[in-house]
């Protein structure tokens, strides 16, 4: 099957993985939704027919507008080989403007942001629904206890996830499209709120109707995440059980609002409503109440999957775009498509367990909840723009037509979600400023590495390196040296390796190998080519793998050498005289050239602070022989400068 296939196949293990790691966070809006904006209406709680009628039809349209139109039916086309994702989105039109990095860079950190606040409100919402029988019960310990477990799942993989979530999220949607048509039927004047005109109504003339929308936008919050996970599902199984989600959601909202059309004029909490604290729980018959609460309580801690699998896929395509460190990627199951990222995922677990114990309530993490990715979604309007105009070559009167629209709908939501910045907002955003910082640092650090390398012409070195080979004055260093080299051409190398070979110390190796690896953008690519620089001597191997290939290349280097000894093309035979008449195999050691920042530098003060402030996180993330996973008892991490401009003139006066 072909890697596009694949990515549209549906399959009904699929569609199941699909409601098990995707639909979590958008599936459980109807929870809080409606009790939001009921809470924010102009006298809380009161059950106001306008309100009613106006808040369905506004969950109606944007559902349709925001999560079926802008990311089902458009932004899913829009895959870099079948990933989703901001920087999917970003690397397919990255060549259209330099400034579209800032844009990937915002958009990206927004989004891992909320996926730290999303866990906790969650987990929280569902934990503190065990007060109403318990009414003391500390709720903290349990909601990290809770937090803990969700990520230590993560190593096993989303597919054995997504298929033990699967099923409880099929009963949880088939519930709510249940309760929700029993009351529609019970009610069908609320099949008007499917006129937009009502939601107009009021956005316009219900008094504070506009800034009803933060309470709006809770029901769109997974549709990036949606788009993130595309390479967990493909597009025919999200598209196919989206169309069960959004019946079953819609079914249910309607639901609501039959319900409180039945008691409008009334007012939550009080008098004949005084047991009734969520509209969602009243749709429930007196004898379900126990399941339908226990069921609640489950698939809002499911919520939290689809932000934490869609982050990995962020972390794996920053670094693939240099945005972000060379962390360790784990690829737990053989289903294509699926990581870990055991680096990303206890930065989560650290980040929501500190957010639990901030805020402590979940009503604290409202305010904080759901500002950081509107800022994501307006970023992936824009690249989307560029992707359907210069990509796709769409028709400029349809591309503005499309930026008219979602930047009022987008703007809209913006500006009425910055009301929460001052209760908690900032917290997000204070979170997606340092994550911002970290990606900016390390992909202006890249441009300034590659500005700063020096490569050389092989082939002057060629003579040199056999003759250090057969210089028996000098020690030995390995039969084999592995240099890995970011030299794409084959005919150069860099300065610092022929300084490193010569210089640094002399290593004399019976055979010199240089190997090269280039990420390619089909997902699945594991191709190599060797080329033989000096008969026996000199090696150069270029890797090409897929930007989805865990990058084993001890194993792969292993393979190579293989497939040249049995082809005769290489005697790996030590030629120590006293090994080589037992056929004893040579010793393999790796060089990795780390660099660092040498005091002796003069550059702008803004180059400074970055490479500082680089080098500063690299000492706390592994290095590039763990990424690369290399067999570390056989590995010499040999420290270089890097010099960025060395001091031109030193005023230096001799005495006698």
């Known amino acids: 099957m072909s890697s596009k296939s694949s990515h549209t196949a549906i399959s009904g293990a699929g569609l199941l993985i699909a409601l098990g790691i995707i639909y979590g966070d958008i599936g459980t809006s109807p929870l809080y939704v409606m009790s939001s904006i009921l809470k924010s209406g102009r006298i809380p709680n009161h059950i106001d027919p306008i309100l009613v009628l106006g808040g369905i039809s506004c969950v109606i349209w944007t559902l349709t507008l925001q999560t079926t139109i802008k990311y089902v039916i458009i932004t899913l086309n829009a895959d870099n080989n079948g990933e989703g994702g901001i920087f999917s989105l970003y690397a397919l039109v990255r060549r259209r403007g330099a400034w579209l990095s800032a844009v990937a860079i915002i958009g990206g950190a927004a989004l891992l942001a909320d996926g730290v606040i999303t866990p ?21 310990p349990i909601v990290i ?19 033990a979530f699967g099923p409880i999220m099929l009963l949880w949607f088939t519930m709510l499209g249940v309760l929700g048509a029993a009351w529609i039927i019970e009610n069908p004047t609320i099949l008007r709120a499917l006129n937009p005109y009502h939601a107009y109504q009021l956005l316009v003339h219900y008094p504070g109707g506009f800034w009803l929308l ?75 109440l126990l399941f339908g609460i226990g069921l609640a309580t489950v ?9 934490i699998t869609g982050s ?28 870990f990222v055991p680096s990303m995922n206890r930065l989560l677990l650290i980040g929501c367990i500190g957010v639990v114990l901030f805020f402590r309530e979940s009503s604290n993490m409202e305010a904080a909840y759901g500002l950081a990715i509107t800022i994501t979604m307006l970023m992936t309007t824009l690249l989307l723009t560029m992707w359907l105009r210069k ?64 490569f050389v012409k092989m082939e002057p070195y060629i003579e040199p390196l056999k003759q250090l080979s057969n210089d028996e004055s000098i020690g030995k260093y390995a039969t084999h040296l592995v240099f890995l080299t970011s ?43 060797v080329t033989e620089l000096a008969p026996d001597d000199v090696f150069r191997i270029n890797f090409r793998l897929g930007f989805r290939v865990q990058q084993r290349i001890n194993l792969f280097f292993r393979k190579v050498v293989e497939d040249l000894v049995r082809n005769k093309e290489v005697d790996i035979t030590s030629r120590y005289a006293s090994l080589s008449k037992q056929h004893v195999t040579g010793d393999f050691r790796f060089v990795v050239l780390e660099k660092y920042l040498s005091v002796e530098n003069d550059f702008p003060t803004q180059e400074k602070l970055v490479m ?45």
């Open 312 to 339: 990995f896929t962020l972390v794996s395509e920053a670094i693939r775009l240099n945005m972000w460190p060379k962390v360790k990627l784990n690829y737990p199951t053989d289903v294509k498509g699926q990581l």
């Open 214 to 288: 933060g309470s709006v936008f809770l029901c769109t919050t997974g549709a990036e995440a949606l788009y993130s996970d595309l390479g967990h599902c493909g597009k025919g199984n999200i598209r196919i059980s989206w169309a069960f989600v959004k019946t079953t959601l819609l079914l249910n909202y309607m639901g609501q609002g039959a319900w409180l059309l039945e008691h409008q004029g009334q007012t939550m909490g009080q008098g004949p409503l005084a047991d009734v604290a969520n509209p969602f729980y009243a749709l429930m018959p007196p004898w379900f």
């Open 120 to 140: 906790p409100i969650s987990v929280a919402s569902a934990v503190e629904g065990l007060r109403i029988i318990y009414p003391t019960i500390p709720t903290v």
């Open 391 to 454: 990509v796709q070559r769409v028709a400029l009167s349809v591309v503005a037509f499309f930026v008219a629209i979602y930047g009022i709908i987008e703007g809209s939501f913006l500006v009425a979600n910055l009301v929460k910045f001052p209760h908690g907002g900032w917290v997000s955003l204070a979170i997606g400023s340092m994550l911002m910082t970290v990606m900016y640092v390390w992909l202006k650090a890249f441009y300034i590495k590659r500005r700063l390398t020096d």
């Open 487 to 529: 030299a794409e051409r084959a005919s150069e190398i860099e300065q610092k390796i022929i300084y490193s070979i010569f210089q640094k110390r002399p290593k004399r190796a019976d055979i010199y190998w240089f190997i090269h690896v280039d990420t390619t953008d089909e997902p699945y690519t594991m191709e190599y080519k």
């Open 299 to 307: 698939a809002a801690v499911i919520a939290s999957q689809a932000l």
């Open 145 to 163: 206890g809770i937090i803990a477990g969700l990520f230590l799942l993560q190593s096993f993989g989303t597919q054995i996830v997504g298929k």
């Open 612 to 656: 500082q402030a680089y080098f500063y996180i690299k000492q706390f993330i592994s290095g590039e022989a763990q990424y690369f996973g290399l067999d570390t008892s056989s590995v010499k991490v040999e420290k270089v400068p890097l010099v960025i401009s060395p001091v031109r003139e030193v005023a230096l006066t001799r005495v006698q």
